[in-house]
């Protein structure tokens, strides 16, 4: 799905930025060659300026001059003097007869307009001419000499004007195409850097749900099993098959209360209460609701408070009570008896810290980066029922919601510290 999407999206956008850069391309051709035209045409207009004015100067037109003149092919030169062409005319072959001719017929059906004529002065104009194909620029003159009428026309092929504006499409072309290329793989390889999050997060939820019916099957099949045992069976054995159901019902509620509140963590919609809360109270309320746990499994717990009594803190007081109790819970469940818990307050550079020390199991720093991931456990705590991987997620997503901080770290001599860290 996600690879339709990457694939869909590389070829929207390098198709976008292809045809912008075509038709950039397109229009910077169309003046580039607008250009190059206009500037050849006047370049051939001042030639001719040239030439005509020199061919005024000659009183005689010799042969030497017009073969200078024809520049190595440069130029096409067609006289006709009085009506009858000129003899070097004669060189030029059929074809390039009827070329002339050709364009003889083209300036006269264009331009009909008899020019006045002074003596020994020159009428001309220049125009392109196109011929099979082939574009020209001409230049038709006519003058009088001598009680006769001289016309003469030029034609100026644009083999070489063609030539570069051919050129120069091509280079445009290879361009393009190179930068059609390299946006092609910038956008395969910009667009996956844009859904990479997307994907993670996919393979994220596949995970939780995956690991949330996992967690949630043990349960619902020791409710079925010992339900269908409790048809069969009387008195105390039923009684035992019931308070079964009842505790594995209470698992399961108590997980989807876990699992409901990691989406609405995800989803920014954990509902907090901010108030100003005294943080010190706090601590003593939730060590004495744990001093029963504690004292079963034989813990020592005490709370370090300081001897100045703090501002209150502007915070969830139910919430940050729920980190606390996860933190106190697996503090318990990883501390080995006769262990010591100490719970902590203080506050540094404007920020409380709260923190929960134990001197049990500790966590391997292999572990550390991974403990805040959902349904994540240590393989030592695999085997404890009450334990589903979620505590440490839930409080994490309670203290991102408080822009707080939550870190881990081990109690020295060995054992866990976690640090809630609140402005
Ligand atoms: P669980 O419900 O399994 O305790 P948590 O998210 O609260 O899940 O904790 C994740 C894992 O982090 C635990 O399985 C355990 O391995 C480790 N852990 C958490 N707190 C402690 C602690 N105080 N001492 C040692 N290990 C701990």
């Known amino acids: ?204 939820q596949i995970q939780f749900i995956a690991s949330a019916s996992h967690e949630l099957r043990t349960p619902l099949s020791v409710i079925l099993s010992c339900a269908s045992a409790s048809r069969i069976s009387s008195g105390e054995e039923q009684k035992r098959f019931l308070s079964s159901i009842q505790s594995e019902g209470t698992r399961m509620a108590r997980l989807i209360d876990d699992l409901l509140l990691l989406t609405g963590s995800d989803s920014q919609n954990l509902s907090c209460e901010i108030r100003p809360a005294e943080l010190d109270t706090l601590l003593l309320e939730v060590c004495e609701a744990f001093e029963p746990l504690a004292s079963e499994k034989k813990l020592k717990l005490s709370v370090h408070l300081p001897e100045k009594i703090l501002p209150p803190c502007l915070c969830d007081k139910n919430r940050i009570r729920q980190v606390l109790e996860i933190l106190l819970h697996n503090a318990i469940s990883y501390t080995p008896e006769d262990g010591t818990i100490i719970l902590s307050l203080s506050r540094e550079k404007h920020a409380f810290h709260l923190s929960v020390a134990d001197n049990g199991i500790g966590i391997p720093d292999s572990d550390k980066p991974h403990i805040f991931e959902r349904f994540y456990r240590a393989d030592s705590s695999r085997n404890l029922k009450e334990h589903f991987g979620l505590g440490l997620s839930i409080a994490a997503g309670i203290v991102k919601a408080h822009r707080g901080q939550l870190l881990v770290s081990d109690t020295p001599g060995g054992g866990s510290t976690f640090t809630l860290i609140l402005l």
């Not at 006289?79 to 062409?85: A, R």
């Not at 003596?119 to 620029?137: A, V």
């Not at 000499?145 to 445009?172: G, K, M, N, W, Y």
Request: with cysteine.
């Open 1 to 204: 799905m996600l690879r339709k999407i990457h694939f869909r999206l590389a070829a929207l956008c390098t198709g976008i930025t292809c045809c912008i850069l075509f038709a950039m391309s397109l229009a910077y051709l169309y003046i580039s060659e607008q250009g190059l035209k206009k500037s050849s045409f006047i370049s051939f207009q001042n030639d001719m300026n040239t030439v005509i004015s020199n061919m005024e100067q000659q009183t005689v037109i010799t042969h030497e001059w017009l073969t200078k003149l024809e520049d190595n092919g440069k130029y096409q030169i067609n006289l006709i003097d009085n009506g009858v062409p000129f003899l070097y005319n004669e060189r030029n072959d059929e074809a390039q007869k009827e070329r002339f001719a050709a364009a003889w017929d083209y300036f006269h059906s264009h331009f009909a307009v008899t020019p006045v004529l002074s003596p020994y002065t020159t009428w001309h104009i220049e125009f392109p001419f196109s011929y099979h194909k082939e574009e020209y620029y001409a230049c038709a003159s006519v003058s009088e000499r001598r009680d006769t009428v001289f016309q003469a026309l030029i034609l100026f092929p644009l083999t070489s004007l063609e030539r570069q504006i051919r050129l120069q499409r091509f280079l445009f072309l290879l361009l393009d195409l190179i930068a059609a290329l390299a946006l092609a793989l910038f956008s395969w390889y910009f667009t996956q850097k844009i859904l990479r999050p997307l994907d993670e997060n996919q393979k994220k």
